[in-house]
């Protein structure tokens, strides 16, 4: 395949608007670890499974080649040569057509990620404001309550996120009586500053709470003047 010369670096003439530049090096030891990275596709024909062609997946792949010093020495003053040879290691390397990607994302393979809640307001909708200042001190608590138990009137200084492991628990504003209740594996987003309760069933419930709040704030803050505002709604 034809190698033509570019200001970023060497890559093949018909790659498809496709660079493979040297993005970087790095010394390991006696080793030299060249980076090359280029938005291509590759063939999946028969007979021709790392060929580049016309037909371009746009995603970006990284092709990490370790190389002794002495040879790293030599890509410097013939780097024609060096990415001819690259691109036979590339063509006898049939698994990289099928899989495009980058060094950092073939290395979390097996990983995945799911957000269970992100929100900039609790759980019946009232906004939130700003995280309290001061020196942060993150909490995590795991918490359990035992069945048909109802908590006393309290609020929460800061934003805090609680997750139902198992059970269920009905959470209720005082002021208005607005009331929710959460089952195993929902979140709750905790209200701030406003007078609130939970009342758990005949399982009971287990959560983990994590406060974002500092070191010289309370988890939470017993309101006991929330029963002259409570309205009583029925479970």
């Not at 109802?150 to 607005?178: C, F, K």
């Not at 089952?183 to 994590?210: K, S």
Request: contains cysteine.
């Amino acid at each position: 395949m034809p190698v033509r010369n570019s200001p970023r670096g060497w890559y093949p003439a018909q790659a498809c608007h496709a660079h493979a530049p040297i993005n970087g090096a790095k010394n390991v030891g006696a080793t030299v670890i060249f980076t090359f990275r280029f938005p291509v596709s590759l063939s999946t024909r028969p007979g021709d499974s790392a060929a580049l062609t016309d037909t371009c997946i746009p995603a970006m792949t990284s092709i990490c080649l370790p190389m002794t010093t002495a040879r790293a020495q030599r890509m410097r003053l013939r780097p024609f040569r060096t990415f001819r040879k690259f691109l036979t290691l590339l063509s006898a390397t049939p698994l990289l057509a099928t899989a495009p990607l980058s060094a950092a994302e073939a290395s979390l393979s097996g990983v995945s990620a799911e957000t269970l809640v992100k929100s900039t307001a609790a759980w019946d909708q009232t906004g939130y404001t700003a995280y309290p200042s001061g020196v942060p001190a993150p909490t995590l608590v795991r918490l359990s309550i035992a069945p048909n138990t109802q908590l006393d009137w309290h609020v929460h200084p800061m934003p805090a996120i609680g997750y139902v492991r198992s059970g269920q628990l009905t959470v209720e504003r005082a002021d208005n009586g607005t009331q929710r209740t959460f089952t195993a594996g929902q979140t709750i987003m905790e209200l701030v500053d406003v007078p609130h309760r939970g009342r758990t069933g005949d399982a009971g419930v287990e959560l983990l709470v994590f406060y974002a709040g500092t070191a010289q704030q309370p988890l939470s803050v017993p309101a006991p003047d929330a029963d002259s505002i409570a309205l009583d709604v029925p479970g």
